[in-house]
């Protein structure tokens, strides 16, 4: 059985721990709708890589959910913001430990998960990860008031790099 990690807020944890986790996001663009995940492999950086993404826009610490699920259950998984391919869980973690760049990949499993497939939950330091993007590092960051809104220190970052007009 393929395991995956899930992150959520601590705040949901133990209502995840009773019922499994219920909320599924919904299809848009050219992601399916689902439970998004990453499969749980030896580096840690590379499970845990959306923890500082989803810590921006998230309020508190953010726990690991690990679950399992069959190897022959369908999955979809591909790069964020790229189309994604239908697959069975296993073939899905073999196509993700063969990537050359890892970072950016989810995993989404079309269905609720139930409480029993979880296997734990886990407290993560929250600086692991990359923001914005996996290879944002060096890039000039977009000033829009779209893609700065609420964060701290935005106004400066406008004024210092010029915000495009609205």
């Known amino acids: ?34 439970v ?13 890589q959306w923890c500082r993404e989803l810590r921006r826009r998230n309020k508190g610490p953010l726990v690991g959910i690990y679950f399992r699920i069959p190897d022959t259950e369908e999955v979809w998984i591909g790069h964020y913001g790229q189309a994604h391919r239908k697959m069975t869980a296993a073939h899905a973690v073999a196509e993700f430990m063969q990537a050359d760049d890892r970072q950016g ?8 998960i139930d409480s029993g497939e979880i296997h734990r939950i886990r407290s993560l330091p929250q600086v692991v990860g990359w923001r914005f993007r996996p290879d944002a590092k060096g890039r000039v960051p977009c000033t829009c008031r779209f893609c700065t809104r609420g964060d701290y220190g935005a106004r400066k970052l406008r004024e210092r790099l010029g915000a495009p007009d609205d």
């Open 1 to 34: 059985m393929a395991m995956f990690v899930h992150l959520v807020p601590e705040s949901r944890s133990s209502l995840i721990h009773r019922n499994g986790i219920r909320r599924l996001r919904k299809a848009f663009n050219n992601t399916p709708g689902g």
């Open 36 to 48: 998004f995940a990453v499969p749980v492999v030896r580096n840690f950086f590379i499970s845990h």
């Open 105 to 112: 990949w989810e995993v989404i499993i079309p269905r609720p």
